[in-house]
């Protein structure tokens, strides 16, 4: 489990210091913290939480949501990405994941559906907040989501898509999320994963299964349980040479009502099964 960290997500009924008393008691290492958890406890007693515990910080969840139009959305993306980047640097992570945001008004009787626009804004934020970034020592991670969440999320959809932004920036500023449940389906995955190298700033897995629930975003399940061949794809971020954490990042319902020990069980015993080679 020398990689291992639990995607706070994942135990979503937990609080933070329930979460970090979890990773204590079963032996793993280390935590992708969100920040409305963090908030719940309060930055400071946070910090103190995790390294009182001795645990890492893998990664903060989340910055982004870049694609608001107007000078007013673009003031308030900003001002709300900087505070992530310093809760970051507090929390100890180099890391905080990018959802970079998707289509303004999505989902309201008045959408946009102007995509290339939105993909600018991300492009320009990004050109923003990069040096900032680099000012606390904490990479923008961006994340591509899959396809399905293109309108609402992010209209960064694949890694190749993702890496054509990153690569604007210097390496130690911007870099990539590799997440299996968003990035497993990409026929050009290897190659894309061979090409981010060193821009791979976290790995998170969970499990494709089907049927899919009518939310969409619940329908990650436990690694082992649906189509993803994690093996194949560890070989492939490792031969990248990224050595970094591997998060457990779970979004499902059924697993959120499971007690959190015995998630956290499933997710040591599926590590070990599907993803870390022994």
Known sequence: MSRLSLNQITTR???????????????????????????????????????????????????GFLTAPGPEGLQAALAENLRALEEAAELG????????????????????????????RVAELLGELAPHAGDFGVRLAIEPLHPMFCADRAVVSTLGQALDLAEQFPVEQVGVVVDS??????????????????????????????????????????????????????????????????????FNQRIWDTPGEQTLRTVIERHRAHVETP
């Open 13 to 63: 009924n937990w609080s933070l210091p329930e979460a970090v008393q979890g990773c204590v008691d079963a032996g793993v290492p280390a935590i992708g913290l969100w920040r409305d958890k963090v908030a719940e406890t309060g930055l400071a007693t946070a910090v103190k939480l995790v390294r009182d515990a001795g645990l890492a910080v893998s990664s903060l969840c989340r910055g």
């Open 93 to 120: 992570t180099d890391t905080l994941v990018m959802v970079v945001g998707g289509l303004p008004g999505a989902g309201s009787a008045h959408p946009s559906r102007d995509l290339a626009g939105a993909r600018a």
């Open 181 to 250: 449940y968003h990035v497993w389906w990409d026929p050009r995955l290897a190659e894309q994963i061979a090409r981010a190298g060193e821009r791979i700033a976290s790995y998170q897995v969970c499990d494709w299964t089907l049927p899919l629930p009518p939310d969409v975003l619940l329908g990650r399940g436990h690694v082992g349980d649906g189509h993803i061949d994690f093996r194949a794809m560890t070989d492939l971020v490792d031969a990248a040479g990224y050595t970094g954490w591997i998060e457990v990042e779970i």
